[in-house]
């Protein structure tokens, strides 16, 4: 099965404008993505998604193919469709979504999210274990699985929840969503075309629709915690620290 790999990169972020051209580093971080998906090694075809010729140079410039998509995109998941609905993409069986917000995805999420797919499930993502004092935070999206590593739900909220106070400590009772998906080209042209159900539209959590309309989303969880992706000010700073920490 080929893969594309696909990396949105939006300028319209409200809690960190301009977020793909934020440096880490001294490089845009959506650099730093491309840089290490293609450590990877896991993706046939790289390209970056984007509805600015600002970061199509930058993306230019890190010698990646780039494609410039609608502005009107609701989603990163419908500009990533747009980009594998090209001839030139079409003869790709796997699709997959890595955000340009996520420096550190470590590269069992990548390709746990591909052998999900691999194995039969419509679409592929990752989670790693959340510690409790972490859980209320709401840019660190939680799931809960299934005995299968089937979603069940994705939440901002805390989930599940706690009622009594100890249960809260209890060994892989969170779990943290890491921002990638690998899809079936048939499940990601089915998943764009649906209507936003309201979870999805009071969570803004565009994997609640596929959930909502039956399709299967399973959940390669990880040993150990992931570094978080860049959502603020305060995130692009804890990136910078632990990317000094890594390079000693």
């Known amino acids: 099965m080929r893969v594309l790999g696909v990396i949105p990169a939006r300028l319209g972020s409200t809690r960190l404008p301009h977020k793909p051209l934020q440096l ?3 490089e845009p971080l959506v650099t730093r993505v491309v840089q290490r998906v293609r450590e990877y090694g896991l993706v046939d075809t790289l390209v970056v998604a984007t509805d600015a010729s600002m970061v199509a140079r930058v993306a230019e410039r890190a010698g990646v193919a780039t494609v410039l998509t609608d502005a009107n ?3 990163g998941t419908d500009r990533v469709a ?8 079409a003869g790709y069986d796997v699709v997959v979504n890595i955000q340009a917000d996520e420096p550190f995805l470590p590269v069992e999420a990548l390709a746990g999210a591909i052998e999900r797919v691999r194995s039969g499930d419509d ?3 990752a989670a790693s274990p959340l510690e409790a004092a972490l859980v209320g935070d709401p840019n660190r999206v939680k799931v809960v699985t299934d005995e299968n590593g089937r979603a069940l739900y994705f939440s901002r909220a805390p989930i599940p929840f706690a009622r009594e106070a100890g249960s809260a400590a209890s060994p892989g009772l969170y779990w ?3 921002g990638v998906y690998a899809c079936r080209r048939p499940a990601l042209e ?3 075309r649906l209507t936003p159900p309201p979870a999805e539209l009071a969570e803004r959590l565009e994997q609640l629709r596929a959930l909502h309309y039956g399709m299967v989303i399973g959940v390669a969880r990880l040993e150990r915690a992931a570094h978080p992706g860049v959502d603020t000010p305060e995130d692009l700073r804890r990136a910078e620290a632990h990317w000094v920490a890594q390079q000693r």
Do not use: C, D, K, N
């Open 24 to 26: 880490l580093a001294g």
């Open 73 to 75: 995109h609701g989603s």
């Open 82 to 89: 747009e980009v594998a609905s090209r001839p030139e993409y």
């Open 123 to 125: 679409i592929g993502t």
């Open 176 to 178: 943290q969503h890491l």
């Open 190 to 192: 089915r998943w764009v």
